[in-house]
């Protein structure tokens, strides 16, 4: 598939090319090649752009653009996968400041390796960053796999609560594959929990995943988190998580990641006919 000019793939093998390797990945380190898109997120009701989150690409010189999917693998288990999140997060908060010179203001959301939140100097070295480029702390959230906050590692905890002290947004994401109880997550000090697509697909037409997605929307209102739909793929799933309550959606049917420069064009066009 091509969108964007992006391919969209989530094979870690090409047949027409030798498999990557962790040495590949380190030279694209090198060579600046990773760089992040993003995708916006709107409220359900006013559908207004609210932010964007960072979406790591790989700007492969012969393979084209790969999607994380594509090499995500290869590093989950390396400190490699922490380097790259590092450098998603610097190129996010520079075109942050990049957007805020043309007079948009866009929040963004980074994604970090639940490995990063156990470096008890992550808050200063993010703050730094923020720093650098002039940044307000509130255009900048944190995402955290739920499966991280399952965990319920204490280093990470107090990671989590110095980044929110800072002013920091802090997302659960994916929220829904990692079993993360009530218990859990009212002890984590997010403003945002991201309900994942596994709990939206099918669930307009199969009452019993209907109700456990109103469930998830009502724990998010519970707890003072914004609720954001992920993966809206349809019209269909849009009008679903509107009528249960859900304050944001993100996902194809409202735009796919786009390179940082092409946000202002996109918006121009949402504003001016959104489900075009
Ligand atoms: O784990 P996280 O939620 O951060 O990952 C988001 C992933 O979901 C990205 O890889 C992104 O490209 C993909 N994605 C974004 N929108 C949609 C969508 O509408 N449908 C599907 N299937 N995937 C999506
Ligand atoms: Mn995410």
New binding site residues.
Partial sequence: MQHNGVL?T?QLDHTDHPPLVLEDIWRGIENDQFLP?F?PKVTLRGMELKGV?A??RWQHPRRGTL???AFLPLVADNFLFDDLAFVMLERSVAQCRRWLDQGLEAPV?V?LSPDLLRDPHLTERILEKVHEHGIPVHLLTI?V?EAAVAQESSEALETLIQLRVSGFGLAV??YGTGRCGRAQLERIPASEL?I??QML?GAARKPTLKAQLQESVDLARELNFVAVA????TREEWDLVNELGCDMA?????A??MPGEALSDWLMAWNADPFL
């Fill in positions: 969209e989530d898109h995708q989150e979406l790591m999607t994380a999917g959301s994604n995402e796999p994401d994916d991201k994942d697509r697909a992920e993966g809206v793929e993100q996902g194809y049917f409202i796919r990641p």
